[in-house]
């Protein structure tokens, strides 16, 4: 028999060194099933366990190389996105990784341009926003593996990576709901993108669920999903703010950044939320204020980071599963830009 070591014992069950490492050391990362088939393994040829065989030659425990990933993100400045990126870094120096971030312009994207080390061994490259497809699909062809913050909605190609999203169909549900319960009708659906990728989709299917299950059918004047452009500029929402042929009660809208937009728009027409126009958000971009205005839902963005690299490691480990997407779930919080009613009437 020859020399017996942690690669040699990972080349016959097939799996990574760093997992059988990872196992040997007790790392809840690796599945309780997979652990146990390499300690066992390990004890029967003589790695662990009694005094080794004499022909067993057990190598000396050395430092690990680290795994390289790199994290995409967009030039923004959007706290949200700092969240992700905090998760992903803390967990990953937690679990022998070693990350990066790296900006991505949209030159680079329309170029195909990217970013310059991607080749150096990096394992995984994070994308924080979604990216165009191709752009992905070219990091993919390198072999680095893909981890996506979001999905393709209409992508009939095959999948990129791994999925880690925030849940959107059912709290957009819960939140519409919220705004018939009080009585209201008229309710409009703002989002710059909802046919592109799925979480936004989401959110515009939940909308549309909960308003046809009780009995009414959107206005189309009211419902804006796919706004798109230059979405983010004041003057695009008072132009939308005086498209509404007759204002609505209420507008769900995609994240609480278009619920700001849109307030500051009604409010220099006029008019007052939630008085006049009650208004939703989604991702709860308010948390830790004073007085928090907006009605929106409340995702672990920084859970959602490190649940990226869990996702990873656990690939790594099992290179041959199939793709996986996971629902990071979300938690409904209403605020006083959606209450028509005193709180106390609203049966929520």
């Given at each position: 028999?020859g020399?017996i070591t942690?690669q040699?014992?990972?080349?016959?069950?097939?799996l990574?060194r760093?997992?059988?490492?990872?196992?040997?050391?007790?790392?809840e990362l690796?599945?309780?099933?997979?652990?146990?088939?390499?300690l066992?393994?390990?004890?029967?040829i003589?790695y662990i366990g009694s005094?080794?065989?004499?022909?067993v030659?057990?190598?000396?425990?050395?430092e690990?190389s680290p795994?390289q990933?790199?994290?995409?993100?967009?030039?923004?400045?959007?706290?949200?996105?700092?969240?992700?990126?905090?998760?992903?870094?803390e967990e990953?120096?937690?679990?022998?990784c070693?990350?990066?971030?790296?900006?991505?312009?949209?030159?680079?994207?329309?170029?195909?341009r990217?970013?310059?080390?991607?080749d150096?061994g990096?394992q995984?490259?994070f994308?924080v926003k979604m990216?165009?497809?191709?752009?992905?699909q070219?990091?993919?062809?390198?072999?680095?593996?893909?981890?996506l913050?979001?999905?393709?909605?209409?992508d009939i190609n095959e999948?990129?990576g791994?999925?880690?999203?925030?849940e959107?169909?059912q709290?957009t549900?819960r939140?519409?709901?919220?705004l018939?319960?009080?009585?209201?009708?008229?309710?409009?659906?703002?989002?710059?993108?909802s046919?592109?990728?799925e979480?936004?989709?989401?959110?515009?299917?939940?909308?549309l669920f909960?308003?046809?299950?009780?009995?009414?059918?959107?206005?189309?004047?009211?419902?804006?999903?796919?706004?798109?452009?230059?979405?983010?500029?004041?003057?695009?929402?008072?132009?939308?703010?005086?498209?509404?042929?007759?204002?609505?009660?209420?507008?769900?809208c995609g994240?609480?950044e278009?619920?700001?937009y849109?307030t500051?728009?009604?409010r220099?027409?006029?008019?007052?939320?939630?008085?006049?126009?009650a208004?939703?958000?989604?991702?709860n971009d308010?948390?830790?204020?004073?007085?928090?205005?907006?009605?929106?839902?409340?995702?672990?963005?920084?859970?959602?980071?490190?649940?990226?690299?869990q996702?990873?490691?656990?690939?790594?480990a099992?290179?041959?599963?199939?793709y996986?997407?996971i629902v990071?779930?979300?938690?409904?919080?209403?605020?006083k830009?959606?209450?028509?009613l005193?709180?106390?009437?609203?049966k929520?």
């Amino acid at each position: 028999m020859g020399k017996i070591t942690i690669q040699s014992i990972a080349s016959d069950l097939g799996l990574s060194r760093n997992t059988v490492s990872m196992a040997l050391k007790g790392n809840e990362l690796v599945t309780p099933r997979t652990r146990e088939r390499i300690l066992r393994y390990a004890e029967e040829i003589g790695y662990i366990g009694s005094l080794p065989r004499s022909d067993v030659h057990v190598e000396e425990e050395t430092e690990i190389s680290p795994y390289q990933v790199v994290i995409l993100r967009k030039p923004d400045v959007a706290v949200y996105w700092d969240k992700v990126i905090n998760g992903i870094s803390e967990e990953a120096c937690s679990n022998h990784c070693r990350p990066r971030v790296a900006v991505i312009t949209r030159e680079d994207e329309e170029k195909k341009r990217l970013p310059s080390g991607l080749d150096e061994g990096v394992q995984a490259v994070f994308c924080v926003k979604m990216l165009d497809r191709e752009y992905v699909q070219r990091i993919k062809q390198m072999g680095i593996r893909v981890i996506l913050l979001d999905d393709y909605k209409d992508d009939i190609n095959e999948r990129l990576g791994d999925v880690v999203k925030p849940e959107s169909f059912q709290p957009t549900i819960r939140l519409t709901r919220h705004l018939i319960d009080q009585g209201m009708r008229r309710i409009g659906f703002l989002n710059e993108n909802s046919g592109a990728y799925e979480t936004m989709h989401d959110r515009f299917a939940g909308y549309l669920f909960a308003m046809r299950q009780a009995g009414i059918e959107p206005e189309p004047d009211l419902v804006k999903p796919d706004m798109g452009g230059e979405f983010y500029d004041v003057g695009n929402f008072e132009r939308i703010v005086e498209s509404y042929k007759v204002l609505p009660e209420a507008v769900v809208c995609g994240n609480d950044e278009i619920a700001k937009y849109l307030t500051q728009a009604l409010r220099k027409k006029g008019l007052r939320v939630p008085e006049d126009v009650a208004v939703t958000g989604f991702d709860n971009d308010e948390e830790g204020m004073l007085d928090p205005f907006f009605s929106t839902v409340n995702i672990d963005v920084k859970w959602l980071g490190k649940r990226m690299v869990q996702c990873f490691l656990w690939r790594m480990a099992h290179p041959n599963a199939p793709y996986e997407k996971i629902v990071v779930s979300g938690e409904v919080i209403i605020r006083k830009s959606s209450i028509k009613l005193r709180k106390k009437d609203y049966k929520g």
